[in-house]
């Protein structure tokens, strides 16, 4: 990583990146792993050393484990093993399990993330062509076919930049967005909420508490090395300068020890949002993380989001800009992020509908309502994290047909990560074998023993790699096996040998089929990923 000293005016980035936040940096490390030049400009001199996001889950993991980060952020990252819901009318409400991990990481962990940025930013350091201005303000852009013209200011020094892809990351305020003339779209709270970081408690929590009190509603989240976040519900007539003076924070804490003896980082208040861009972009300009959407707290999911984008849209520019892939499947970003996006802020709102009921009335049948659910066979919904949307889409960039029959396989959805065994005995998760490719991966059969010369080039073409995995007891064949299935995992979500995915560098499914259909549902999804239609 160079900074603004080392950037010379004949050396051009194929990308410029607005704000170096963790959504901004990360994908600039994705940029990095496919070598593509870029630049980051972001204002502040440095990272923030505030806590803001505090929890991510196993989604956001695996992108870190993609980038090659994720075993120094998990050192930093401690499991949360429950989210509870308490009402003081009628007591636990809903205990929500979320212990155990999910493909290899844990479903639930909190954060403190400057640390996160640090790891992020150290991560950059990888990468030659990846530079870091910092103290640099963003003025606005303008498209020339075939590239864009971005105009920065950095110390007194104006710059314009001409580059192939522009991408806000630059929050909620974002200046790019603005300049595209796109506009958040839906709701923003009523009532303000005051919002506690407290670090270096003696006492550790793990596990969330939402206190759902209709006097003041509160929550309670447990952060890294005894860190902690509380929240609480502003009452009508409060106001801000009110509720962050030392000794009404002295009230708010006294359930939970004298605030006099706890090292208070930030107290702030804050109005939460939900809303999505009405463009999240095209052209040569995109969208990412909080300039995109805005999520109210109560899923945890605002970085998640963001870190999902960047995983959707970094290796789909780096195809473009190497020009193994048609410009068009751009558009898939837009298509299959904000839908998705949208459902995890459904899912916020829900949530913080039950918190926030203010109503003495409303919260006792609330309150029933989750006594008789507690013995419904709805119950494993919430207690599971059932209700949790998948990162799953209907409409994108895969073919939509090819639903393999007694198998969980589903084009647009996540493709699962399971223990694999090496030929040389070692055992690792299968994300090992995917590598950052798209990869055609062969359940009991090799790719190529089923594929003509003729999808064989073409899947070559766009750097296309194969992936052979083998069930316990299946013999040698012709092709030596990558990895043995040594749980069955993968067997009982085939439903059986023979078949065959396509997964892009995100995990997602592009495509699924059996043997017999092979070589017409390969050239199907190269046509589309190359600008025809399917």
């Known amino acids: ?98 212990s155990g991990s999910l493909d290899g990481h844990p479903r639930l962990v909190s954060i403190y993330q400057p640390s996160l940025e ?78 506690l970081d407290v670090a270096n408690l003696g006492k550790v929590w793990d596990t969330v508490e939402f206190l759902c009190d209709p006097k003041r509603p509160v929550a309670h989240v447990p952060g890294p090395n005894g860190s902690q976040r509380w929240e609480f519900l502003l009452k009508k007539g409060e106001t801000k300068e009110e509720m962050e003076k030392p000794g009404k924070v002295a009230e708010l804490m006294k359930p939970w020890g004298d605030v006099s003896s706890m090292n208070v980082e930030r107290t702030a208040v804050y109005r939460f949002q939900a809303k ?76 913080g509908s039950i918190i926030m009921t203010r109503n003495k009335a409303t919260a006792l049948v609330r309150d029933l309502i989750f006594k008789i659910l507690y013995y419904s066979p709805l119950r494993p919904y919430l207690s599971d994290l059932r209700i949790k949307p ?39 998760f299968s994300d090992l074998l995917l590598g950052n490719d798209t990869i055609l991966i062969g359940y009991g059969k090799h790719p190529l023993s089923v594929m003509n010369s003729g999808s064989k080039e073409r899947w070559e073409s766009i750097g296309g790699k194969y992936c052979f995995l083998t069930s316990q007891q299946q013999l040698a064949e012709y092709y030596p096996s990558d990895a043995e299935d040594i749980t069955s995992s993968f067997s009982r979500y085939f439903g059986g040998v023979d078949r065959f995915v396509i997964v892009r560098p995100d995990r997602i499914i592009a495509a699924a089929f059996c043997m017999e259909e092979a070589n017409d549902m390969i050239l199907k999804y190269l046509d589309i990923h190359q600008g025809k239609s399917p």
């Open 1 to 98: 990583m160079r900074d603004i000293s080392y950037f010379s005016q004949t050396e051009r980035p194929n990308v410029v990146i607005v704000g170096a936040g963790p959504v901004g940096i990360l994908t600039a490390n994705l940029l990095g792993m496919y070598e593509i030049p870029t630049l980051v400009i972001d204002q502040n001199p440095g990272i923030l050393e505030i806590p803001r996001a505090i929890s991510l889950d196993q989604d956001a993991l695996r992108i870190l484990q993609a980038i090659g980060l994720e075993e120094e952020a998990a050192r930093t990252m401690p499991a949360i093993s429950g989210v509870e819901m308490i009402s003081p009318l009628g007591g636990p409400l809903a205990k929500i399990n979320s």
């Open 276 to 351: 999505t861009a009405d463009c999240m972009g095209k052209g040569r300009v995109y969208l990412l993380g909080d300039a995109a959407h805005l999520t109210p707290p109560f899923a945890g999911q605002g970085l998640v989001s963001g870190m999902r984008d960047a995983f959707n849209l970094g290796w789909k520019i780096s195809a473009v800009l190497k020009g193994t892939a048609s410009h068009k499947i751009l558009s898939s970003y837009h298509l299959e992020r904000k839908s998705h996006a949208k459902k995890m802020i459904r899912l916020a709102v829900f949530l």
């Open 390 to 428: 998948d990162n799953s889409f209907k409409k994108g960039l895969f073919l939509k047909k090819g639903k393999l029959r007694k198998s969980d396989v589903l084009p647009g959805s996540s493709f699962p990560q399971f223990p694999v065994k090496l030929p040389e005995g070692q055992i690792v």
């Open 118 to 195: 640090r790891i992020l930013r150290k991560g950059l350091e990888r990468f030659d062509q990846v530079s870091l201005w910092s103290e640099c303000i963003y003025l606005d852009h303008k498209e020339y076919d075939p590239e864009i013209a971005v105009r920065v200011k950095c110390k007194d020094v104006e710059y314009r930049i001409n580059t192939g892809f522009l991408l806000g990351c630059d929050g909620a305020h974002s200046s790019v967005r603005t300049k595209q003339g796109w506009k958040l779209q839906g709701s923003s709270y009523k009532e303000d909420w005051l919002i």
